[in-house]
Nanobody
Framework: QVQLVESGGGLVQPGGSLSLSCAASGSIIYTMNWYRQAPGKPRDFVAQITIGARRTYIDSGKDRFTLSKASAKNTVYVQMNSLKPEATAVFYC???????????WGQGARVSVSS
């Protein structure tokens, strides 16, 4: 079984930056993803990094979000720059891994963008 621990949420001013991390315990992790859920809206895909370090971003995040990972620690980071108020959301980490491979969700990290 895989357990996830997210950290790094908080309050940031418009135009500011914030970094989130997601640490996965357990065995092999194939993909690590970030999703976000804005108030009153469904949960949407933000970015993914695979075991081979291939990265995928939503179109609106390609210039502002950067994924990285520490493979030895099964930890993924997302650096978010030039944040706008509409980015306010709870960000969730989702991973696919373990043995047998299953999907796991983190507890969520709240990001608030406001002056």
């Amino acid at each position: 079984q895989v357990q996830l621990v997210e950290s790094g949420g908080g309050l940031v001013q418009p135009g500011g930056s914030l970094s989130l991390s997601c640490a996965a315990s357990g065995s092999i992790i194939y993909t690590m993803n970030w999703y976000r859920q804005a108030p009153g809206k469904p949960r949407d895909f933000v970015a993914q990094i695979t075991i081979g370090a291939r990265r995928t971003y939503i179109d609106s995040g390609k210039d502002r979000f950067t994924l990285s990972k520490a493979s030895a620690k099964n930890t993924v980071y997302v650096q978010m720059n030039s944040l706008k108020p509409e980015a306010t959301a709870v960000f969730y980490c989702r991973v696919f891994g373990g043995a047998p491979p299953l999907t796991y969700w983190g507890q969520g990290a709240r990001v608030s963008v406001s002056s």
